[in-house]
Every structure is written in structure tokens, then in C-alpha cells.
């Protein structure tokens, strides 16, 4: 039975979505405001959360979405009745997301929550000396810190896993992240993001991102 954490401030709609949702089995926790959203969250440990953007508070849904991701990588579902390309672009900036427009059909939110809940536990994972990566919610856990990466970083990094002990030649990795075949407008982009994955790596016994010029970039895990 997964779990769902509901915040939605219009009460007819939280209810009737509720009880929608019990019927085909979920357990759902209702909340009308965020204000105990962080509470709920460490208490009923949920699998999904749907969050109203509109909320009639001080703080609205993507703020609250902020500091959820300050602590847990749950996937997040706004809703919203606003049209705005703006608030498109900041829910799709948050990993591990999907975002329905309201008026909704049951059946439409039914069919993103169970993509997310299933994506999220059958995602790819990498074992990285002590570490986990998630490249699906671009995430990189570190001695139980999570860090979330760019989408570039995590492309370089999923390369990287997939490749693991084997060096892949940089225009090969430019071209299957930044997918250019002009690959020098693109070196200094990929100098970098290996710069901050070796920082992340630094203190990990036995994992080397390594690079020489003839062979390419590998990451090494002994």
C-alpha cells in the first residue's frame, strides 16, 4: 500500500481527492495547510506528496517543496490551478517531480502518481565506494548527505558509472551529454563538472576519477 501526503487548502477538493484515493487503496494523510507538512513528513514517511503551488499561506507550495528537499528526496506532484510558464519552469527545476494543471481527471493525477512512485522504486542506482547515485532524481549520497546534481553532472556521472573501470574518451561523453559534435565549445563545461565530482569524491578510499589525454576519462573503484 503506498502512501500519500495530500496538502491541498480547498477542503472539497482535498476530501473528495482523499477519499478517491482510499478507495483504490492508498493511505492517505490529509493536511488543508503546510504549516506540520515537515512533521508529517518524518512521521508518516510517505511515498508521493501532493502539493497545491496555491496555498492561502505565507508560504506557498513550491516554497514548502524547498524545504522537503532539504531533507528527503519524495517524489513531489504540484498541482495547481495558476497557467503560468514560470510556474512550469520552477516545479520541473525541483528533482524528482511531475506538475498537474486543475481542473484534473482523477484518473490523470492516478496515472503521474504512479509513475513517480514507480519510477522512484525501481530507479538505476550506482554503488560508489560508500556512496549511492540516484540518476534518476539526480542525487548523490554521501555519508547520509544527499547532494543533488545538475543534469549535466549527473549525465557525466551516469557515463561514468555505466563505464565503471573503463575509460571513455571525452568526445564521446560531450557528445552523448551535451549532444554536440562540436565538442571543444563543451571541454571546459566537462573540466568542471569533473572538478566538482572528484571534490564529492575526495575523501571516498579507493574511488579515482581519473584522466589522461590519450585514453579518456574513467572512474576507477577499487
Known sequence: MYKVLLIEDDLNLGTTLRGA???????????SGGAHVMKELAEFEPDI?????NLNEELDGFAISRKIREVSSVPLLFTTSRDENTDFDQA?????TDYVRKPYRLAEVLKRIEKLVVNESNSEKFEIGTCMFYPAQHKLVIRKEEIYLNNYASEVLSVLCKNKDNFVKRPVIIETVWKTKDVRTKEGSLNNIMSQLRKYFEDEKGVVIESRIKLGVRLKID
Open 92 to 96: 520541473f527545476s525541483i528533482p524528482n
Open 49 to 53: 506528496v501532493l502539493l497545491d503551488v
Open 21 to 31: 484515493l482510499e478507495e483504490r487503496r492508498f493511505s492517505v494523510k490529509y493536511l
